[in-house]
């Protein structure tokens, strides 16, 4: 793979991966808020955030190059792009600033996971075995 191309099976898998975990996250929403109230208010960012964590894991496997990083946002943003059109079917509208901050979120929490991803993976191929 050359150092400036994307996995693109991996960028799928992570979107796919992260749009799993967005759609049950929405699906249970209305009963975390029954249950649990104060929850409910801090449910759908939280499924967010780890939904696209996990997006941009699956992202980039073990044994995936530094260079690759860029892999995970795109694989975040690819999991929020794939729920949109279910989330404009369930509420009507989408609100701009919505989509520019959750798309945001996204974007920084794809190259954090990214990078921490692939320097990790980088650092332990550079340590000698134990």
């Keep these: 793979m050359s ?3 994307l996995g693109y099976a991996a960028v799928i898998r992570g979107a796919f991966r992260g749009f799993g975990v967005l759609l049950v996250g ?16 801090a449910w759908l960012p939280l499924v967010a955030v780890l939904a696209f964590g996990v997006a941009a ?3 980039t ?3 995936t190059p530094v260079s690759a990083w860029r892999q995970a946002p795109v694989a975040a943003v690819g999991s ?10 369930g509420s ?3 609100p701009v600033m919505q989509l520019l901050l959750t ?5 920084l929490v794809g190259v954090a996971v990214g990078l ?9 191929a550079a340590s000698p075995a134990a």
């Design 80 to 89: 929020y792009v794939l729920i949109l059109p279910l989330v404009r079917a």
């Design 57 to 59: 894991v699956a992202a």
């Design 26 to 41: 929405g699906l249970v929403h209305p009963a975390v808020a029954q249950v649990v109230e104060p929850l409910g208010y």
């Design 92 to 94: 009507g509208e989408l």
């Design 116 to 124: 921490a991803r692939t320097s990790f993976e980088a650092f332990r």
């Design 103 to 107: 798309t945001l979120t996204a974007v």
């Design 3 to 5: 150092t400036r191309a």
């Design 61 to 63: 496997p073990a044994g």
